[in-house]
C-alpha cells in the first residue's frame, strides 16, 4: 500500500538520499590512512583458514616501522595478546615505551612487539574459543621465531605479556600436547584471574580453568620460565586482585605475584583497561626487560637466578640503584671529599643491639652511605649499604640492625655536592621494641561506633604500627592519622606505607604535614592460617612532629568487599526465591484453586531458613568420611560453600546478606515483568485491534507444533542462546496477547457486583463440567497472568544468563555461522517446547492435575541446590530452573 502510494520520482530521490547518507557514514569509518602503528604479519593460508577470525601484528613507529616493513627483524620478540573484548592496539603503550627507551641508548637493544588480534572476542563470558585462542598463539609464536632466521642473534624463545585473559592463555599453551616451553623465557600477566573466572558463565570456562590451574600445580618442578602477576589493586572492580595471585608452591619459586599499589616506582593502584597503558607501571617493565638482557646473546637471559633478581628489584624493592647482577660490595672511600665528623650526642651513641635509621630526600641512583670496618678517623674502603635501603615516592630510607654487622666502625653518609637543589639526610639510631606499638583494630560488627588510637609523642623519623586481628578479608577500617606540628616554614612531608607481609600488596599515603589523612585498610588475600605475622602501618614521620593514629571499622567499606567477592553469585539467590516464589504459586493454586500475586507469595515462600541451614548441614557433613563417599558415590559435584572455603572466602552471615539481596532483586524483577507486560498490552490494543478471551483451552494450537520445530531447527544450526531468546519472546508475546484480552474485556463489559470474584472460579457441575476441554473466564485469566508473571521473572533470569554465548554468536556472525562448542544447545532443546505449551496454559487447566503438588514441593530443594552448587558455577543456574517449567508444563497433559 505504501508504495503504491510514492511516485517513482520521490522513490528515487528516497534511493538517491540513503546513497548519500550512506557514502558519509562509509567515509567516517573507513575513509582514512591505513594504520602504520601496526603491521600484519602474513600466516601461511592454511592458518589463516584455520583461524579466519585471528591476525598477528608487529607493532612499529615512524622510522623503525619504514625500516621493518620488509620484516628484517634483528630485535628481541615480545608477543602481547589482549584480554576480553581487548584490541591488538593495546601493545602501543608499552611498545611506544620500549622504542624510546632503545633510541636513547642508539639501539644498542631494542625489542620487537608482536600483538595477536583476537578480534576482541568475549573469553570472559563465553569459555568456548579459549582453547582456540591458545592454539592460535602457539602457532603465532613459531612464526615470529621463524621471522628471525638467519639472524646472527637469532632467539629462540618469546617473552610475552598477557592482559586480563590474555595471560590465561599464555599459561594454557603449556597444556598443549606439542608446546615445547623453551618457546618462552618470561611471561608478564596484568590484571589476569589466574584462581577462578570472574563470571563462570558456562562450563567450558571453568573446565579451561581446571585444566590449566591443575597442570601448572602438578607440573610446577619442570616449568622453568619466569612469571610475573601484576594486579589493578581495588580501582580494578572487574577482576579483583585476589583472583590475580598465582598460588604459592614451594617447589616453584619463579612466579611473583604483586599489586601495582606495591609496585616501585609505580605506586598506584589501577583500573582493569588503565593497568595496560599506566605510564609507571608501563616504564618499570621496560625497565626489567633492559635489564635482563644478556649482553653475549643480545636476547633475554636464560639464567632464571638473574631474572628473579631483576623482577624482584623492579617490582618487589628498589634500592634506588641501577640494577647490577654483581654488584661491588666494598667501594673506595678515597678522593677530594670533604669528611665532616658528626658528634651531635645523637650520632655518637654505639650500641650493637640498636637500629640505624636514615632517609635522604634525593632519589638519583648513586650510592649514599656505607660502613667502614674497623677504622680510627678516615676509611679509605667501606662496604656500600645502599643496596640495603629501599626507594619511596620521596625519598630513600634505609633501616640496619647494627648487631648484624659487628665489624662496622663507622658509618659514612656521602652527601654530593648540589646545584641549587636542596639535600637533606636524616638519621637516627633506636632500639626498635621503643618504635613498635600495638594498635588492635576494633571488632567486624562494631559499625564504627568505637574506635581505638595510639599517641606517638616521640620525635622519632619512624615508627611500626602493628595492626592486631587484622588478617581477614572482610575486614576493612578506617584509620585516620593527625599530625600536629611546631611552627616551621619548611614544607614536610610523611609517608604512611601500609605493610602486609604475607603478600605483595601493598600501598603507600603521602601526606603535607600538619595535617588529617585518611587512610583504608583492606585486603586483597586473607591471611593464611600457617602465617603469624603482622599487618603494619609503616610510617616515616618528621621529628617536628606528634602523631595520633585513630582506627575504627568502615561498615561501607565492608560492605564494598562483600559486593567485591560475593557480587558474582546474586543470580544465585535471585534465582533460589524466584524458585520458591513458583513453588508457593502451584500450591496456593493446588490448595485454594486459585494463584497469590507474585510479590504477595515472594513475601511469604522467600525465607532465608529454607535454603541457608540445609546449605550449613551439608558442608558440615561432608567433613564426615562416610558422608563423602556417599557424597562422590552419588558423582555429585564440590560444594561452592567448600570452594570458598579453600579461598578463605565463606562466611556465614554472608549467605543471609545475599539472600536478603536476592529477595529484593527477585521482588523488582516481578515487578518489572508485570510492568512491561501491561506496557507492551497497552500498545498491542492501541496498534491492534483488540481480541477476545479464549472460548476453551487448546495446549497444542496449530501454530505451536510449525514454530518449536522451527525453534529447534535454529537451535541447531546456529546458537542455542538465540533460539532461547527467540522461543521466550513468542512466549511473552502470548502473555502480552492475554492481558490485552483481559484488559479489552474488562473495558467492554458491565461490572456486576453480584458476583463476586470467588464465585467466578466455582466449578460448574453441570452440563458444561463434561466438555472436553475448559472454558476460561476472566477470573481464570486474571490467575493465568499472576502465574506467568512468575514464569516470565524465572525464565528471563534464565535466557539473561544465557545471553553472553549469544553476544559472543553475534559478534562472530561474520566469521561463523553456527556456534561452536554451544553451551546452551541442550538447555534450548528441553526450553523450546516447554515454553511452547506454557504459552497457551492457563490455571484453570492445570489446577486438577496429579503432578501440581509434587511441582510445587520441589522448589525448596531446587533453591538450595541452586545456593550449594550455582552460586561459584552460574552455568548450574539454569539446570535447576528448567525442572520446575518442564512439570509445570507437563502439569497440562498429567
Given at each position: 500500500?505504501?508504495?503504491?502510494?510514492?511516485?517513482?520520482?520521490?522513490?528515487?530521490?528516497?534511493?538517491?538520499?540513503?546513497?548519500?547518507?550512506?557514502?558519509?557514514?562509509?567515509?567516517?569509518?573507513?575513509?582514512?590512512?591505513?594504520?602504520?602503528?601496526?603491521?600484519?604479519?602474513?600466516?601461511?593460508?592454511?592458518?589463516?583458514?584455520?583461524?579466519?577470525?585471528?591476525?598477528?601484528?608487529?607493532?612499529?613507529?615512524?622510522?623503525?616501522?619504514?625500516?621493518?616493513?620488509?620484516?628484517?627483524?634483528?630485535?628481541?620478540?615480545?608477543?602481547?595478546?589482549?584480554?576480553?573484548?581487548?584490541?591488538?592496539?593495546?601493545?602501543?603503550?608499552?611498545?611506544?615505551?620500549a622504542l624510546r627507551k632503545a633510541e636513547d641508548i642508539d639501539f644498542k637493544y631494542h625489542f620487537d612487539f608482536f600483538s595477536v588480534n583476537f578480534n576482541e572476542e568475549l573469553v570472559a563470558l563465553y569459555g568456548g574459543s579459549l582453547q582456540k585462542q591458545t592454539k592460535f598463539v602457539h602457532e603465532c609464536i613459531k612464526a615470529i621465531l621463524k621471522l628471525y632466521n638467519g639472524q646472527e642473534f637469532a632467539p629462540k624463545s618469546v617473552a610475552i605479556i598477557g592482559h586480563s585473559m590474555g595471560g590465561l592463555v599464555a599459561r594454557a599453551l603449556l597444556t598443549l600436547k606439542n608446546f615445547k616451553q623453551e618457546l618462552?623465557?618470561?611471561?608478564?600477566?596484568?590484571?589476569?584471574?589466574?584462581?577462578?573466572?570472574?563470571?563462570?558463565?558456562?562450563?567450558?570456562?571453568?573446565?579451561?580453568?581446571?585444566?590449566?590451574?591443575?597442570?601448572?600445580?602438578?607440573?610446577?618442578?619442570?616449568?622453568?620460565?619466569?612469571?610475573?602477576?601484576?594486579?589493578?589493586?581495588?580501582?580494578?572492580?572487574?577482576?579483583?586482585?585476589?583472583?590475580?595471585?598465582?598460588?604459592?608452591?614451594?617447589?616453584?619459586?619463579?612466579?611473583?605475584?604483586?599489586?601495582?599499589?606495591?609496585?616501585?616506582?609505580?605506586?598506584?593502584?589501577?583500573?582493569?583497561?588503565?593497568?595496560?597503558?599506566?605510564?609507571?607501571?608501563?616504564?618499570?617493565?621496560?625497565?626489567?626487560?633492559?635489564?635482563?638482557?644478556?649482553?653475549?646473546?643480545?636476547?633475554?637471559?636464560?639464567?632464571?637466578?638473574?631474572?628473579?633478581?631483576?623482577?624482584?628489584?623492579?617490582?618487589?624493592?628498589?634500592?634506588?640503584?641501577?640494577?647490577?647482577?654483581?654488584?661491588?660490595?666494598?667501594?673506595?672511600?678515597?678522593?677530594?671529599?670533604?669528611?665532616?665528623?658528626?658528634?651531635?650526642?645523637?650520632?655518637?651513641?654505639?650500641?650493637?643491639?640498636?637500629?640505624?635509621?636514615?632517609?635522604?630526600?634525593?632519589?638519583?641512583?648513586?650510592?649514599?652511605?656505607?660502613?667502614?670496618?674497623?677504622?680510627?678517623?678516615?676509611?679509605?674502603?667501606?662496604?656500600?649499604?645502599?643496596?640495603?635501603?629501599?626507594?619511596?615516592?620521596?625519598?630513600?630510607?634505609?633501616?640496619?640492625?647494627?648487631?648484624?654487622?659487628?665489624?662496622?666502625?663507622?658509618?659514612?653518609?656521602?652527601?654530593?655536592?648540589?646545584?641549587?637543589?636542596?639535600?637533606?639526610?636524616?638519621?637516627?639510631?633506636?632500639?626498635r621494641e621503643t618504635r613498635s606499638i600495638q594498635l588492635p583494630v576494633t571488632h567486624l560488627f562494631s559499625f564504627g561506633l568505637t574506635s581505638r588510637k595510639v599517641l606517638l609523642n616521640a620525635s622519632g623519623l619512624y615508627y611500626n604500627i602493628e595492626l592486631l586481628n587484622f588478617g581477614q578479608i572482610y575486614q576493612a577500617f578506617k584509620l585516620n592519622v593527625v599530625s600536629k606540628c611546631s611552627r616551621t616554614k619548611e614544607e614536610i612531608t610523611s609517608i604512611y606505607k601500609l605493610h602486609i607481609p604475607w603478600s605483595y600488596e601493598d600501598s603507600l599515603t603521602i601526606a603535607q604535614v600538619p595535617s588529617s589523612t585518611?587512610?583504608?585498610?583492606?585486603?586483597?588475600?586473607?591471611?593464611?592460617?600457617?602465617?603469624?605475622?603482622?599487618?603494619?602501618?609503616?610510617?616515616?614521620?618528621?621529628?617536628?612532629?606528634?602523631?595520633?593514629?585513630?582506627?575504627?571499622?568502615?561498615?561501607?567499606?565492608?560492605?564494598?568487599?562483600?559486593?567485591?567477592?560475593?557480587?558474582?553469585?546474586?543470580?544465585?539467590?535471585?534465582?533460589?526465591?524466584?524458585?520458591?516464589?513458583?513453588?508457593?504459586?502451584?500450591?496456593?493454586?493446588?490448595?485454594?484453586?486459585?494463584?497469590?500475586?507474585?510479590?504477595?507469595?515472594?513475601?511469604?515462600?522467600?525465607?532465608?531458613?529454607?535454603?541457608?541451614?540445609?546449605?550449613?548441614?551439608?558442608?558440615?557433613?561432608?567433613?564426615?568420611?562416610?558422608?563423602?563417599?556417599?557424597?562422590?558415590?552419588?558423582?555429585?559435584?564440590?560444594?561452592?560453600?567448600?570452594?570458598?572455603?579453600?579461598?578463605?572466602?565463606?562466611?556465614?552471615?554472608?549467605?543471609l546478606l545475599f539472600f536478603l539481596f536476592g529477595t529484593c532483586t527477585a521482588n523488582w524483577s516481578g515487578l518489572l515483568s508485570c510492568a512491561s507486560v501491561r506496557l507492551l498490552s497497552s500498545l498491542w490494543l492501541a496498534l491492534k485491534r483488540p481480541s477476545e478471551l479464549p472460548k476453551d483451552v487448546k495446549i497444542l494450537s496449530p501454530e505451536v507444533p510449525f514454530l518449536t520445530v522451527a525453534l529447534l531447527v535454529v537451535s541447531w544450526t546456529t546458537c542455542g542462546a538465540f533460539a532461547i531468546l527467540l522461543s521466550f519472546v513468542c512466549y511473552t508475546y502470548k502473555v502480552v496477547h492475554l492481558q490485552a484480552s483481559?484488559?479489552?474485556?474488562?473495558?467492554?463489559?458491565?461490572?456486576?457486583?453480584?458476583?463476586?470474584?470467588?464465585?467466578?472460579?466455582?466449578?460448574?457441575?453441570?452440563?458444561?463440567?463434561?466438555?472436553?476441554?475448559?472454558?476460561?473466564?476472566?477470573?481464570?485469566?486474571?490467575?493465568?497472568?499472576?502465574?506467568?508473571?512468575?514464569?516470565?521473572?524465572?525464565?528471563?533470569?534464565?535466557?539473561?544468563?544465557?545471553?553472553?554465548?549469544?553476544?559472543?554468536?553475534?559478534?562472530?556472525?561474520?566469521?561463523?555461522?553456527?556456534?561452536?562448542?554451544?553451551?546452551?544447545?541442550?538447555?534450548?532443546?528441553?526450553?523450546?517446547?516447554?515454553?511452547?505449551?506454557?504459552?497457551?496454559?492457563?490455571?484453570?487447566?492445570?489446577?486438577?492435575?496429579?503432578?501440581?503438588?509434587?511441582?510445587?514441593?520441589?522448589?525448596?530443594?531446587?533453591?538450595?541446590?541452586?545456593?550449594?552448587?550455582?552460586?561459584?558455577?552460574?552455568?548450574?543456574?539454569?539446570?535447576?530452573?528448567?525442572?520446575?517449567?518442564?512439570?509445570?508444563?507437563?502439569?497440562?497433559?498429567?
Amino acid at each position: 500500500m505504501f508504495l503504491r502510494s510514492v511516485s517513482l520520482r520521490n522513490l528515487a530521490f528516497y534511493v538517491f538520499m540513503v546513497l548519500l547518507a550512506t557514502l558519509g557514514v562509509w567515509d567516517v569509518f573507513f575513509g582514512f590512512e591505513e594504520n602504520k602503528c601496526s603491521m600484519k604479519i602474513e600466516l601461511p593460508k592454511k592458518l589463516a583458514k584455520r583461524y579466519p577470525a585471528y591476525e598477528l601484528y608487529l607493532y612499529g613507529e615512524g622510522s623503525y616501522a619504514e625500516e621493518h616493513k620488509i620484516l628484517l627483524l634483528t630485535g628481541i620478540p615480545v608477543l602481547f595478546l589482549p584480554g576480553n573484548a581487548g584490541s591488538y592496539k593495546q601493545v602501543r603503550s608499552v611498545g611506544s615505551i620500549a622504542l624510546r627507551k632503545a633510541e636513547d641508548i642508539d639501539f644498542k637493544y631494542h625489542f620487537d612487539f608482536f600483538s595477536v588480534n583476537f578480534n576482541e572476542e568475549l573469553v570472559a563470558l563465553y569459555g568456548g574459543s579459549l582453547q582456540k585462542q591458545t592454539k592460535f598463539v602457539h602457532e603465532c609464536i613459531k612464526a615470529i621465531l621463524k621471522l628471525y632466521n638467519g639472524q646472527e642473534f637469532a632467539p629462540k624463545s618469546v617473552a610475552i605479556i598477557g592482559h586480563s585473559m590474555g595471560g590465561l592463555v599464555a599459561r594454557a599453551l603449556l597444556t598443549l600436547k606439542n608446546f615445547k616451553q623453551e618457546l618462552i623465557n618470561l611471561l608478564i600477566t596484568q590484571a589476569t584471574p589466574h584462581v577462578a573466572p570472574v563470571m563462570p558463565l558456562d562450563r567450558f570456562i571453568t573446565d579451561f580453568y581446571m585444566t590449566v590451574n591443575n597442570y601448572w600445580i602438578l607440573n610446577a618442578r619442570h616449568i622453568n620460565f619466569t612469571t610475573v602477576s601484576v594486579a589493578g589493586g581495588f580501582r580494578d572492580y572487574q577482576v579483583r586482585s585476589g583472583l590475580t595471585f598465582l598460588p604459592k608452591l614451594s617447589h616453584h619459586t619463579s612466579a611473583l605475584s604483586v599489586v601495582s599499589s606495591a609496585v616501585p616506582k609505580t605506586w598506584v593502584s589501577t583500573d582493569h583497561l588503565s593497568i595496560v597503558w599506566c605510564k609507571q607501571l608501563q616504564l618499570t617493565t621496560i625497565r626489567a626487560f633492559f635489564d635482563l638482557i644478556d649482553a653475549d646473546t643480545k636476547q633475554i637471559t636464560q639464567n632464571p637466578k638473574k631474572k628473579l633478581s631483576v623482577l624482584n628489584h623492579h617490582f618487589i624493592r628498589h634500592p634506588a640503584k641501577h640494577f647490577e647482577e654483581n654488584p661491588a660490595i666494598i667501594s673506595d672511600l678515597t678522593g677530594t671529599s670533604l669528611w665532616v665528623p658528626v658528634k651531635v650526642s645523637r650520632w655518637t651513641f654505639v650500641a650493637y643491639n640498636c637500629d640505624l635509621f636514615c632517609i635522604i630526600n634525593q632519589q638519583d641512583t648513586n650510592s649514599w652511605i656505607f660502613g667502614c670496618i674497623n677504622s680510627t678517623s678516615m676509611c679509605q674502603q667501606g662496604v656500600d649499604l645502599s643496596w640495603r635501603a629501599e626507594l619511596l615516592p620521596t625519598i630513600k630510607s634505609l633501616m640496619l640492625r647494627l648487631q648484624d654487622y659487628p665489624s662496622l666502625s663507622h658509618l659514612v653518609v656521602y652527601v654530593p655536592s648540589v646545584h641549587g637543589s636542596k639535600f637533606v639526610v636524616n638519621c637516627e639510631f633506636f632500639k626498635r621494641e621503643t618504635r613498635s606499638i600495638q594498635l588492635p583494630v576494633t571488632h567486624l560488627f562494631s559499625f564504627g561506633l568505637t574506635s581505638r588510637k595510639v599517641l606517638l609523642n616521640a620525635s622519632g623519623l619512624y615508627y611500626n604500627i602493628e595492626l592486631l586481628n587484622f588478617g581477614q578479608i572482610y575486614q576493612a577500617f578506617k584509620l585516620n592519622v593527625v599530625s600536629k606540628c611546631s611552627r616551621t616554614k619548611e614544607e614536610i612531608t610523611s609517608i604512611y606505607k601500609l605493610h602486609i607481609p604475607w603478600s605483595y600488596e601493598d600501598s603507600l599515603t603521602i601526606a603535607q604535614v600538619p595535617s588529617s589523612t585518611e587512610i583504608s585498610l583492606k585486603l586483597h588475600i586473607a591471611q593464611p592460617e600457617d602465617d603469624n605475622h603482622v599487618a603494619l602501618l609503616k610510617m616515616y614521620t618528621s621529628s617536628h612532629c606528634r602523631y595520633e593514629v585513630t582506627v575504627k571499622t568502615s561498615f561501607s567499606q565492608i560492605l564494598g568487599q562483600v559486593v567485591r567477592l560475593h557480587g558474582g553469585a546474586l543470580p544465585a539467590y535471585v534465582m533460589s526465591n524466584v524458585l520458591l516464589a513458583h513453588g508457593g504459586q502451584l500450591y496456593s493454586l493446588f490448595s485454594t484453586g486459585y494463584c497469590l500475586e507474585y510479590a504477595a507469595v515472594l513475601d511469604k515462600e522467600a525465607k532465608p531458613y529454607k535454603v541457608d541451614p540445609f546449605v550449613i548441614m551439608i558442608k558440615f557433613l561432608l567433613g564426615y568420611k562416610w558422608f563423602k563417599e556417599l557424597w562422590d558415590l552419588l558423582l555429585l559435584p564440590e560444594l561452592d560453600a567448600i570452594v570458598l572455603t579453600s579461598q578463605s572466602m565463606c562466611f556465614p552471615a554472608i549467605s543471609l546478606l545475599f539472600f536478603l539481596f536476592g529477595t529484593c532483586t527477585a521482588n523488582w524483577s516481578g515487578l518489572l515483568s508485570c510492568a512491561s507486560v501491561r506496557l507492551l498490552s497497552s500498545l498491542w490494543l492501541a496498534l491492534k485491534r483488540p481480541s477476545e478471551l479464549p472460548k476453551d483451552v487448546k495446549i497444542l494450537s496449530p501454530e505451536v507444533p510449525f514454530l518449536t520445530v522451527a525453534l529447534l531447527v535454529v537451535s541447531w544450526t546456529t546458537c542455542g542462546a538465540f533460539a532461547i531468546l527467540l522461543s521466550f519472546v513468542c512466549y511473552t508475546y502470548k502473555v502480552v496477547h492475554l492481558q490485552a484480552s483481559l484488559t479489552h474485556f474488562k473495558s467492554s463489559q458491565s461490572v456486576n457486583t453480584k458476583h463476586s470474584r470467588r464465585s467466578e472460579k466455582k466449578p460448574n457441575l453441570g452440563a458444561d463440567s463434561a466438555a472436553p476441554l475448559p472454558r476460561v473466564s476472566a477470573a481464570d485469566a486474571e490467575d493465568s497472568l499472576r502465574m506467568h508473571t512468575a514464569l516470565l521473572t524465572l525464565l528471563g533470569w534464565v535466557v539473561l544468563l544465557s545471553t553472553p554465548s549469544l553476544v559472543y554468536w553475534l559478534k562472530n556472525l561474520r566469521y561463523y555461522f553456527k556456534l561452536n562448542p554451544d553451551p546452551c544447545k541442550p538447555l534450548a532443546f528441553i526450553l523450546i517446547p516447554t515454553m511452547a505449551v506454557l504459552g497457551n496454559t492457563y490455571t484453570v487447566s492445570i489446577k486438577s492435575s496429579k503432578l501440581l503438588k509434587t511441582a510445587s514441593q520441589l522448589a525448596p530443594p531446587l533453591a538450595v541446590g541452586v545456593i550449594a552448587f550455582g552460586s561459584t558455577h552460574l552455568y548450574r543456574i539454569p539446570a535447576f530452573a528448567f525442572i520446575p517449567v518442564v512439570l509445570h508444563a507437563l502439569c497440562n497433559v498429567m
